[in-house]
């Protein structure tokens, strides 16, 4: 079956960087899209980034456009989130999730069980 | 304010029916992309529900269904448990955001 399993969270400062990685097992990794959403404490879903399958095409939320990066590695089944300039209103917990067959409308068919993020000082 | 509209909450008794709507606008739905529901228990990351406006992954209950019209969405769930009780949300492809976008979500009480 499908895992999907972040890590990299914990506590940092505002203006500080932090990498999440999510792990990915039970499908042909490099064959689908993955995502980054996240959820603010009490809030609603956030979409944050796509990645293609091959990993060459990318699109990112407004608010973290040039601050965070998503990337993929099909040799180690892994996804990555490089998140910089960290401002407090990134505080969520971030979930990895594939996306289905298809490519930007495609649904997010299954998800980790996301991994917390907090930017305080 | 999310570009995808959902009603902040709904109640229903068991064995209701109740329904969920999602208001998009010409860029997302009614662009023709795809529009998927998800469901959020208590504490627990979102699981897939509806995909492509109307299909059921394998596992989910018929008593969950979608439709489409127009610009709008909506999630119908008929026969309502208690278990029912979550957080749910709509997702689909905004071309004007060139990104994903989702609902604010709609939380559900199982009064």
């Known amino acids: 079956q499908v895992e999907l399993v972040e890590s990299g969270g914990g506590v940092v400062q505002p203006g500080g960087s932090l990498r999440l990685s999510c792990t990915a097992s039970?499908?042909?990794?490099?064959?689908?899209?993955l995502h980054w959403v996240r959820q603010a404490p009490g809030k609603g879903l956030e979409w944050v980034a796509v990645?293609?399958?091959?990993?060459?095409?990318?699109f990112y939320a407004d608010s973290v456009k040039g601050r965070f990066t998503i990337s993929r590695d099909n040799s180690k089944n892994t996804l990555s989130l490089q998140m910089n300039s960290l401002r407090v209103e990134d505080t969520a917990t971030y979930y990895c999730?594939?996306?289905?067959?298809?490519?930007?409308?495609?649904?997010?068919?299954?998800w980790g069980q996301g991994t917390l993020v907090t930017v305080s000082s | 304010q999310s570009v995808l509209t959902q009603p902040p909450s709904v109640s229903g008794a068991p064995g209701q029916r109740v329904t969920i709507s999602c208001t998009g606008s010409?860029?997302?739905?009614?662009?023709?992309?795809?529009l998927h529901w998800y469901q959020q228990l208590p504490g627990a990351a979102p699981k897939l529900l509806i995909y492509?406006?109307?299909n059921r992954p394998s596992g989910v209950p018929d008593r969950f269904s979608g439709s489409k019209s127009g610009t709008s969405a909506s999630l119908a769930i008929t026969g309502l448990q208690a278990e029912d009780e979550a957080d749910y949300y709509c997702?689909?492809?905004?071309?004007?955001?060139?990104?994903?976008?989702f609902g604010g979500g709609t939380k559900l009480t199982v009064l």
């Open positions: 999730a594939k996306g289905g067959p298809g490519w930007l409308d495609a649904e997010l068919d299954n």
């Open positions: 492509g406006f109307s």
């Open positions: 010409s860029s997302n739905i009614g662009a023709d992309y795809d």
């Open positions: 997702q689909s492809f905004d071309s004007s955001l060139s990104g994903s976008v």
């Open positions: 990645i293609s399958y091959d990993g060459r095409n990318t």
């Open positions: 039970g499908f042909t990794f490099s064959s689908y899209a």
